[in-house]
């Protein structure tokens, strides 16, 4: 089965810089990438996601990256604020009735410092 | 919509007792999935369902059953509750290629 591996698993900076996140994945047939940011007691929101047709994707501050050659995928924030802070997941999944079945990585602790 | 709701949200059991967790979806989602999110150890898929009818074994499915009657309703039961299901249970739908919802959660205590 697919396996994820994501680090780190902390991540700390300061407000302004930016921060990235890389995830490896081992099944090359994954084609669906999403990263899902969850707060402290929260439910997993999705942020943002990609498809192994794309290489990279941009949404306002955060940005994602795909190597399907390499098999890894990372997750860019820029201009980190203190409301950043939460844990974040990467996840792959295989298309077709697989689709809805996704692996997660172990996930990342990001603190913001004002 | 709702969305996608858990009950209940607590629960606290005693070891070799059995329980229901209540999933349901509003959007007409034909996938369905449990997961089970342990400390440091990110969300790891129990049990998951591609319709009605059809259901799939994940991850980590040893002491839990699912079915899908229905296209709204997934439910999980713990046949007999052990310490080691202790955890926090999310249930997610998603529909044709589109985004994957989260219930709210249900934290599980076995005793």
């Known amino acids: 089965g697919e396996n994820v591996e994501q680090h780190p698993s902390t991540l700390s900076v300061q407000e302004g810089d930016s921060a990235v996140i890389k995830c490896t994945y081992s099944?090359?047939?994954?084609?669906?990438f999403p990263w899902y940011k969850q707060e402290l007691g929260k439910r997993p929101q999705l942020i943002i996601d990609?498809?192994?047709?794309?290489g990279e994707k941009k949404d306002q501050r955060i940005a994602v990256t795909l190597n399907k050659t390499a098999k890894h995928f990372s997750l860019h924030i820029t201009e980190t604020q203190p409301e950043d802070s939460a844990v974040y997941f990467c996840?792959?999944?295989?298309?077709?009735?697989?689709?809805?079945?996704?692996?997660f990585g172990q996930g990342t602790i990001l603190t913001v410092h004002p | 919509n709702a969305g996608v709701t858990q009950t209940p949200k607590f629960q606290v059991l005693k070891t070799g007792q059995s329980m229901t967790l209540q999933c349901a979806q509003d959007?007409?989602?034909?996938?369905m999935s449990w997961y089970r999110q342990d400390p440091g150890m990110g969300l790891r898929l129990i049990h998951y369902?591609?319709?009605?009818?059809?259901?799939d074994q994940g991850e980590v499915p040893n002491g839990y059953n699912v079915s899908r009657s229905t296209t709204e309703d997934f439910p999980l039961r713990l046949l007999s509750a052990a310490p080691s299901q202790t955890s926090v249970y999310f249930c997610?739908?998603?529909?044709?290629?589109?985004?994957?919802?989260f219930g709210p959660g249900t934290r599980l205590t076995v005793l």
């Open positions: 990609i498809r192994s047709n794309v």
């Open positions: 369902s591609v319709g009605a009818g059809i259901t």
């Open positions: 099944d090359s047939a994954s084609n669906y």
């Open positions: 997610a739908s998603r529909g044709q290629k589109g985004t994957q919802y």
């Open positions: 996840a792959a999944s295989r298309g077709g009735t697989s689709y809805g079945k996704l692996t």
């Open positions: 959007m007409n989602h034909e996938y």
